[in-house]
Nanobody
């Protein structure tokens, strides 16, 4: 069984920083894209950041310059460093990963989601 487990999050004042981490575990063969998404109450889930296996990153304008995504391919982890946080960043943050599991002769594809972690930014 493959899964993503998130850690981090919490309550911070506006202008502060938080760090989210996500680890993939199980019989992993390889991981392609990894990313973070968020969902605020009453809103749709939205992209926060993505990173390819080669390290290419993508951010929406709303977080560009404030958030940084990184990954450790050897440890199957992805991290989101969030700086200069704003109240509008308040949401449940979800880790996402495109994973191949199993032996090479019987690979299975998974689009995995973490359990979600709450980030609350007070004004």
């Amino acid at each position: 069984q493959v899964q993503l487990v998130e850690s981090g999050g919490g309550l911070v004042q506006a202008g502060g920083s938080l760090r989210l981490s996500c680890a993939a575990s199980g019989n992993i063969f390889s991981i392609n894209d990894m990313g973070w998404y968020r969902q605020a109450p009453g809103k749709q889930r939205e992209l926060v950041a993505t990173i390819t296996s080669g390290g290419r990153t993508n951010y929406p304008d709303s977080v560009k310059g404030r958030f940084t995504i990184s990954r450790d391919n050897a440890k199957n982890t992805v991290t989101l460093q969030m700086n200069s946080l704003k109240p509008e960043d308040t949401a449940v943050y979800y880790c996402n990963a495109d994973v191949l599991s199993g032996p090479f002769y019987r690979l299975l594809h998974h689009n995995l989601w973490g359990q979600g972690t709450q980030v609350t930014v007070s004004s």
